[in-house]
Nanobody, 119 residues
Framework: QVQLVESGGGLVQPGGSLRLSCAAS????????MGWYRQAPGKQRELVTA???????NYADSVKGRFTIPRDNAKNTVYLQMNSLKPEDTAVYYC?????????????WGQGTQVTVSS
């Protein structure tokens, strides 16, 4: 069994910062790419950012220069550091990871955490 547990969402004012965490646990053999997606009301889920096991990153154009995705391989944890937040960043944020156990490799999702940017 593998689980992704997210934390760190909440309400923040425009221009503020927030950091999300996502910790993977269970019978993990290896973690490959980890990333963050978000889904705003009435919209499709979209990729925000991702990081490979070697540290290569990519970002959606809408968050470049404002968000970063630090990763701690020793702790099986990925973070989403969000700065200069805008109301349009309001969404449920989901962690995603490609994880191999001794038996198989699967895509795993966190439970989602709400981020609301509002004054």
């Amino acid at each position: 069994q593998v689980q992704l547990v997210e934390s760190g969402g909440g309400l923040v004012q425009p221009g503020g910062s927030l950091r999300l965490s996502c910790a993977a646990s269970g019978s993990i053999f290896r973690i490959y790419a980890m990333g963050w997606y978000r889904q705003a009301p009435g919209k499709q889920r979209e990729l925000v950012t991702a990081v490979t096991s070697s540290g290569s990153t990519n970002y959606a154009d809408s968050v470049k220069g404002r968000f970063t995705i630090p990763r701690d391989n020793a702790k099986n944890t990925v973070y989403l550091q969000m700065n200069s937040l805008k109301p349009e960043d309001t969404a449920v944020y989901y962690c995603n990871a490609a994880i191999a156990t001794m038996k198989e490799m699967n895509d795993y999702w966190g439970q989602g955490t709400q981020v609301t940017v509002s004054s």
